[in-house]
């Protein structure tokens, strides 16, 4: 790294080239921070998720960031226990990294893999290394909402105290959205440490292409029908009990085709309802390519976003920016008091619709449906607000100028915050 430069360093499981909105984030801000000045690593697993992708190699220049790509083990993926395992592997090699390597002006940790803001705290009390959070999600909270640990039990307040001491040592923590900020100012952070940035999109990347300019319709058959498409990670904080039962209702439709882009643990399970029933209205694809974003989210002329309820707060799904960056309308299936509800409804690019205060949630989303297919005109006023609230608030010049404000501020500040005294 140039020593004349700020140095900063990101700590993530994946990176470029990973098609995983995670990792195209953080390629984002670390090359836009690179080209503002700062000299950007990145420390991330050498493991990626571009199907038949070369070997990744161990260290590498791009696009003027530095990225050091640690070992890890190998082990299944689709096994729990191996992706466990894998997991662990790399904090192992992320901790001698950070304790024993190089030190920076800033480290970054991020929230994927889960609690791996501890190596940075232990950076930060063994060597005095500033660092901070960029919280996009909350842990253990995600795997309480769904499940997966059991509210009150040992280990779910093991990991909640964990967590609670990163949080305290971190120099500053950056997080998604109103709803996240309050959990976080529950967890005890204090309100100077927290920062608001919200996720984003490139307007270069993703930008309306009308109908007749988008190969993608004539290469999956779909030029003249209303695609309801979901795009993104189908994972354990979605729902999709609404999303099928339309698909089932509107199967006779055959105007109306329903589109998943993407993977994720619910896939199989999506992929099973769209078999057992034998709906002819359901496709589900693989990501698409960077350089194709806009091409795909262009092909919807609905985009639908899902979230558990219990999930408010924990979680900010990025394909609402993406759905507003090509102009499209939005349909929330998921809690009222989230980020994502409230910025359709402020910015008035769609419909929220909340299954704890509807009777009847499926029939909703329907009617939603179906007032988009008869009414064009007002879909497409309710895209064109989208496009421009996100080129206002939400791309991504927009948020890494926050980036960099908020990083030179910390570096300005000669007054470190302290670690504060484990809670007894």
Request: one cysteine or more; charged letters at 25%; hydrophobic letters at 40%.
């Amino acid at each position: 790294m140039e020593q004349s430069k700020p140095t900063v360093r990101f700590v993530a499981l994946r990176y470029y080239p990973s098609v995983r909105a995670t990792a195209q984030h953080l390629t984002d801000l670390a090359e836009g921070l690179a080209k503002r000045g700062y000299a950007v690593e990145v420390l991330c697993g050498a493991e990626d998720d571009v199907p038949d992708a070369p070997r990744l190699p161990k260290t590498q220049v791009h696009n003027g960031v530095r990225i050091r790509r640690v070992r890890t083990t190998g082990f299944n993926r689709a096994s729990t226990l191996g992706r466990a395992v894998n997991t662990l592997s790399f904090y192992g090699s992320i901790f001698f990294a950070l304790v024993f390597g190089p030190t920076c002006d800033l480290l970054v940790m991020l929230t994927a893999p889960p609690m791996a803001g501890l190596m940075g705290a232990c950076a930060r009390k063994l060597r005095g290394q500033r660092f901070g959070v960029w919280s996009l999600d909350l842990h253990p909270e995600a795997e309480i909402a769904v499940g997966m640990l059991r509210e009150g039990h040992w280990p779910a307040r093991f990991l909640q105290r964990v967590d609670r001491y990163i949080l305290r040592q971190a120099d500053f923590v950056v997080d998604l959205g109103r709803c996240m900020r309050q959990r976080l100012l529950d967890k005890g952070v204090r309100p100077e440490r927290l920062t608001t940035i919200p996720v984003w999109s490139k307007k270069e990347d993703i930008a309306p292409v009308p109908a007749e300019e988008n190969p993608l319709l004539d290469q999956l058959g779909i030029r003249g029908r209303f695609v309801v498409m979901y795009s993104g990670n189908a994972g354990i904080l979605h729902r999709f009990e609404e999303a099928l039962e339309a698909m089932r209702r509107l199967r006779d439709r055959r105007e109306i085709v329903f589109l998943f882009v993407g993977g994720g643990v619910r896939r199989k399970e999506i992929e099973a309802f769209a078999e057992t029933h034998e709906l002819p209205n359901f496709r589900y694809l693989d990501y698409f390519p960077r350089d194709r974003i806009k091409y795909s989210l262009s092909m919807a002329d609905v985009h639908l976003i899902t979230l558990k309820t219990r999930a408010s707060g924990i979680a900010v799904p990025s394909k609402l920016y993406g759905a507003m960056a090509a102009a499209k309308p939005l349909i929330m299936v998921g809690p009222e008091a989230s980020e994502i509800s409230l910025t359709i409804r402020e910015v008035g690019c769609g419909y929220v619709i909340d299954p704890e205060r509807v009777a009847d949630p499926a029939t909703a989303l329907e009617e939603a449906i179906l007032s988009l297919v008869e009414d064009r005109a007002r879909a497409e006023a309710m895209g064109a607000r989208g496009r421009e609230a996100f080129l206002r608030q939400y791309e991504c010049e927009v948020a890494v100028g926050q980036w960099k404000a908020l990083l030179d501020g910390v570096l300005a500040s000669r007054d470190t915050p302290k670690p504060v005294t484990a809670e007894r």
